[in-house]
């Protein structure tokens, strides 16, 4: 049995930036703004062809059987460089959803072959909106959907002739509502352990996903800051600017240090609730103040077609809209207060 990789070391990361830099950049990020979407199916077979969305799965699947600490290093990477493919938590599902293959039917089986080794389709993870709805992102590209429900996995597929299509404020995330009833050719596949864990772990590598999107952005911040100079001197330079600076750093790393505890809380399989709670909400305040400081410092080119800022700006607010959905700030904020180990 192949031992599991627990942490991606520098090694790996370095494979996974080289491979996301040479396969996508801003400008095809910006075709994709502008409705031509393409590139993004050709873009998922290489990512299959790499072996990425099947890092989650033991050898015997093809895979390298990475930890849950290496999948949320892994959605870091999709959030720096603003991947619009659902690859973090396609990643996440997979080992679940192998180790029941042999229960699924032939069909079901060949189409996650197809989804994880030759990219021909993309796996949408619905997420549970308002009561009986479901929202699927990223629907613009072909494959079926994935359900997580009552401790099943509910597969099938969608008309699309059926639904409405939207984008939120995140021009490159096309989605839609449904109910479970809109899907057809469906199969349910009762599972013997709850789902909770699962869940835990996709709202663990959407925080990943924003974490990495933040840590980009602050670097970036960080150098404009050096860069751009006024009456003679660099801006970052100004005392002011270098406090709201060192702030939104302490609140980056507190950020990743909650998220590594969170992480870990998961993993042992304890209760996690408050590990993810306090993560969630230090991770949603630093992801909004250190992506709103960024168009400010950058002033008016922040917001311009040139300038990828304001891109980043409405992915964290979308990952930011995604993780409140359930779990506002307030309500955080109030079950962490009324924890009596904090009291």
Excluded at 88 to 109: G, K, S
Aim: negative net charge; proline residues 3%.
């Amino acid at each position: 049995m192949t031992k599991q990789i627990d942490k991606l070391d520098e090694q790996m990361q370095e494979a996974i930036q080289r491979f996301l830099s040479n396969e996508f950049n801003i400008d095809l990020l910006r075709r994709v703004y502008e409705g031509d979407g393409h590139e993004l199916l050709p873009l998922w077979q290489s990512i299959a062809a790499m072996g990425l969305g099947v890092m989650g799965l033991s050898e015997k699947h093809g895979g390298l059987n990475l930890g849950l600490q290496a999948q949320v290093q892994l959605a870091q990477e999709v959030g720096r460089y603003l991947l619009p493919l659902p690859l973090a938590e396609i990643t996440v599902v997979a080992p679940l959803l192998f180790n029941h293959l042999d229960q699924l039917p032939q069909y079901w089986q060949k189409q996650l072959q197809d989804i994880y080794y030759q990219g021909e389709y993309v796996l949408h993870v619905g997420k549970a909106w308002s009561a009986g709805q479901w929202r699927i992102d990223f629907i613009d590209l072909p494959g079926p959907i994935l359900l997580i429900e009552n401790d099943r996995l509910v597969l099938g597929e969608l008309d699309l002739n059926q639904v409405d299509v939207f984008s939120g404020i995140d021009k490159s995330v096309s989605s839609t509502l449904i109910t479970d009833d809109a899907l057809c050719n469906r199969f349910d596949l009762p599972l013997k352990k709850s789902t909770a864990q699962l869940e835990e772990k996709q709202r663990l590598v959407l925080i990943g996903e924003l974490l990495g999107l933040m840590s980009t952005v602050f670097e970036q911040t960080l150098v404009y800051a050096k860069e751009r100079e006024q009456f003679g001197k660099p801006i970052g330079a100004n005392q002011a600017m270098k406090h709201r600076l060192a702030d939104l750093w302490m609140a980056l790393d507190n950020a990743q240090l909650t998220l590594a505890e969170a992480t870990q809380a998961v993993v042992k399989a304890d209760d996690a609730s408050l590990s993810l709670d306090i993560c969630q909400y230090l991770t949603v305040e630093a992801g909004k103040q250190i992506t709103a400081y960024a168009i400010q410092v950058h002033g008016a080119m922040g917001v311009t077609w040139e300038c990828a800022m304001h891109m980043y700006l409405k992915r964290s607010r979308y990952l930011c809209a995604l993780l409140e959905q359930h779990y506002s700030q307030g309500r955080l904020l109030a079950d962490i207060w009324a924890n009596n180990d904090l009291n």
